[in-house]
């Protein structure tokens, strides 16, 4: 089963003082239910805009995305967004932050609440439900997000470089814990933006490649043919990692260079 379908979708800017911006042309990607699909590019290739499309906070300017086989009119109600920064509220607790999508939508406090317990247990924040989020590091930070997503019974997960600011200790782990979540049998779709091939390649089940903006197309999509579970520790020295990641950057590294040439021109 399809869960998210862009077909044939571009996407369109205004600019103050000239012609338009395309930020993306003619994208036709079906990522199936369960998946986990990561989508890399150079920077400013519209990786972000894409996901927001996918959430319905950006509309396509022609061409359709769909939802379980349904077009999307307006924000996805099947999906949750991870960004790159959090934005956890400061004056809630832990608990309350985890829980605050449940109450949003009507849940009993105390239901919430325990169903926010039980999540913090298991991203192993329990002993910090009562603390704030300017009391914990970047890395439980993520924790408590990820959980506040997790915990919300919606099929399709968007992940917008989440870890990125992250140290590279602290990122193993959370990409340990996120893999953790997914394989435990959760059937989330996840959608993965990061700038770091090493990354997409570890988590995926497909690494997709958009091409240099303007105007980004996908140029390749890579299955992801490693055994499940993986360690993160030992997985990238493996020579069928080492591989795949000569394959992909082989296409990745000549859109990069490009995207490089046209901003020494002024033209990105």
């Known amino acids: 089963m399809i869960a998210l379908e862009f077909d044939q979708v571009t996407r369109d800017f205004t600019t103050p003082d000239g012609p338009g911006y395309r930020a993306l042309d003619d994208i036709s990607l079906s990522i199936d239910a369960g998946s986990f699909v990561a989508i890399v590019g150079p920077s400013g290739c519209g990786k972000s805009t894409l996901l927001n499309i996918a959430a319905g906070l950006l509309m396509p300017s022609s061409g359709v995305v769909r939802v379980d086989g349904a077009p999307l009119s307006g924000l996805n109600r099947r999906a ?9 509220l400061p004056w809630k607790s832990v608990r309350e932050n985890v829980a605050l999508g449940l109450t949003l939508g009507g849940v009993a406090k105390a239901d919430a609440h325990a169903r926010a317990d039980a999540w913090l247990g298991r991203v192993g924040l329990s002993a910090f439900a009562d603390h704030y989020p ?8 993520k924790r408590v997000v990820m959980a506040q997503n997790w915990i919300i019974d919606r099929g399709i997960l968007l992940m917008d470089e989440p870890f990125s600011a992250l140290d590279v200790h602290t990122r193993l782990r959370m990409e340990t814990e996120l893999l953790e979540l997914w394989e435990e049998g959760v059937n989330k779709t996840i959608v993965f933006v990061t700038h770091d091939l090493e ?9 997709v490649v958009l091409s240099a903006g303007p105007a980004a197309r996908i140029v390749a999509r890579h299955p992801v043919r490693l055994d499940r579970p993986r360690d993160l520790l030992e997985l990238r020295t493996t020579p069928a990692f080492i591989d795949l990641y000569r394959a992909i950057w082989a296409v990745l590294k000549q859109e990069v260079v490009k995207s490089q040439r046209a901003v020494g021109h002024g033209t990105a």
Request: glycine share 8%.
């Open 80 to 88: 949750t967004y991870m960004f790159q920064q959090d934005a956890l």
């Open 199 to 207: 990354e997409a390649i570890a988590l995926a089940d497909e690494v």
């Open 134 to 141: 300017s009391q914990l590091s970047g890395g439980m930070r």
